[in-house]
């Protein structure tokens, strides 16, 4: 099956900086990838659509300027948690759509551990 | 209202027995997808199986079938010959195709233990 790298794969940071988690597809190219958040034992949120070429869509209550989402290929995005608080602190998984795609499959990297001291 | 209704918090099945993990989906859209997907303790999201809503036949992949009754938005997820391997989180997920969003939305998930 696609694969979708992440890296880091963990990080932790102290209160007030910034952190830039990349997700690439590895071996098909993605117009639309899209950013995910998972609390302990509770289920995966969108964040934001990530479109190449063009702005992100966030969903309603994700702050834009906070999570910063670029799209510079059609196999890489990039989610920058900015200022980041302990309040940030979560399992952050991004997801990518073969743009060549027989029924919409939709492939997850592994994930982001984000702790924020 | 809830998109992915997962009842099961959690489910306990015996080495080598049959499971079903239920999902019951609300939407409108007559052209939709439903997605069942496994996180392991890794957390690392895998795809198990697909079935479009026009799709006649249930869908299958090796040990995962997809129990699909449209008429009562149903699509549960059947293991068979369940192996220790497969404990983990299992999510049901949908995308409506007629709506334009892209989003999968994503049930609260079922716990499953494959008990020795």
């Known amino acids: 099956g696609a694969v979708v790298s992440q890296h880091p794969s963990r990080v932790i940071c102290k209160s007030g900086t910034s952190v830039k988690i990349e997700c690439r597809s590895l071996?098909?190219?993605?117009?639309?990838m899209f950013w995910y958040r998972q609390f302990p034992k509770q289920s995966l949120m969108l964040m934001a659509t990530?479109?190449?070429?063009?702005?992100?869509?966030?969903e309603q209550g994700v702050e834009k300027d906070k999570f910063l989402i670029n799209h510079a290929s059609l196999t890489l995005s990039t989610l920058t948690v900015t200022s980041a608080h302990p309040e940030d602190s979560s399992f952050y998984i991004c997801s990518a759509r073969p743009d060549q795609s027989s029924y919409n499959e939709q492939f997850f990297g592994p994930g982001t551990r984000l702790t924020v001291l | 209202a809830q998109k992915i209704t997962q009842t099961q918090p959690g489910m306990f099945v015996q080495e080598k027995e049959a499971v079903t993990l239920d999902c019951t989906y609300d939407?409108?859209?007559?052209?939709?997808?439903l997605f069942w997907y496994k996180q392991p303790s890794s957390g690392e999201m895998i795809f198990l199986i697909y079935?479009?809503?026009?799709?006649?036949q249930n869908a299958t992949e090796g040990r995962y079938s997809l129990n699909f009754q449209k008429a009562r938005k149903s699509a549960n997820l059947v293991i068979s010959a369940s192996q220790l391997g497969d404990s983990a989180m299992y999510f049901c997920a949908m995308r409506e195709f007629q709506t334009g969003a892209n989003n999968l939305f994503f049930g609260t998930g079922t716990r499953l233990t494959v008990i020795p």
């Open positions: 939407t409108s859209d007559q052209s939709y997808g």
């Open positions: 990530s479109n190449e070429g063009s702005k992100a869509t966030y």
């Open positions: 071996d098909f190219q993605a117009t639309t």
């Open positions: 079935q479009g809503s026009y799709d006649e």
